[in-house]
């Protein structure tokens, strides 16, 4: 029993090292990562709950525009930035490549193109202008069933999808099908949250699988299976989903 606690531990660590920049107790190889991606939801907890603190120690003297800009740049912060990174790939490689090919190649490169530029700044001013719109007493609790919900849905596409890029052009290859109980376990911590949140929430969880499905045909369409960046991508999508869901 003891053994099962410490290798679920490691699991966890190994997802929170791997997707934030936040200090663990251990850091594990990254070929282990597979076996911790069932807790990436759970880092979408920290990661939405340290914007959730921002956002309520803001609150106490600034305004909530301010408020709600500084809980957004604080979880970007924390997970330095990657999914974000991974749209803005995304948006190079689908607006500027023709081929599969090209699309690929863009995507490894590490330069921010128009495309990138442009989708980043939409989409973080999509975001603010949702989360601005909400009430101050609800910002706390969607910011963490964002976060949460978004990495369980971009999961889904390792199901479905084979990996397109090369391992050793990956940080950390392609992620191994979430099966099974881990599958499930994902699914409770990612939608969980999301689902508290009532009718709305419920909208919100139809809307992101919905969204996830389709991004998960278009890019088996164009790139014949998924990438990290395109992971971030949907998470990054999600995520605002959600925003703009419970902002109606």
Excluded: N
């Amino acid at each position: 029993m003891a053994g099962d606690r410490t290798l679920e531990l490691r699991r966890f660590w190994t997802a929170l090292a791997f997707y934030t920049r936040l200090p663990v107790p251990e850091r594990k190889p990254l070929g282990e990562l597979s076996q911790g991606s069932r807790y990436f939801p759970a880092v979408g907890w920290i990661v939405g709950g340290i914007g959730a603190v921002v956002y309520g120690l803001a609150g106490w003297g600034l305004p909530h525009i301010v408020a709600v800009i500084l809980a957004v740049g604080a979880m970007v912060l924390a997970t330095g930035a990657l999914h974000e990174d991974g749209f803005a790939d995304t948006c190079d490689g689908l607006g500027g490549g023709w081929s599969r090919e090209d699309a690929l190649r863009i995507m490894k490169d590490s330069r921010l193109g128009t495309y990138g530029a442009v989708g980043l700044v939409l989409l973080l001013a999509i975001k603010l202008g949702a989360l601005v719109s909400l009430d101050a007493s609800s910002v706390a609790w969607t910011l963490i069933a964002a976060q949460a919900s978004s990495r369980f849905f971009a999961l889904t596409l390792t199901r479905s999808l084979p990996y397109v890029q090369s391992e050793a052009s990956s940080k950390s290859g392609g992620l191994q099908p979430l099966q099974g109980v881990d599958f499930q376990i994902a699914a409770l911590i990612g939608l969980a949250p999301l689902l508290l949140l009532g009718s709305s929430g419920v909208v919100a969880a139809l809307l992101c699988g919905g969204a996830a499905v389709a991004c998960g045909r278009y890019c088996q369409k164009r790139l014949g299976g998924y990438t990290g960046d395109s992971l971030g991508a949907v998470q990054q999508g999600c995520e605002t989903l959600v925003y703009l869901t419970l902002c109606v």
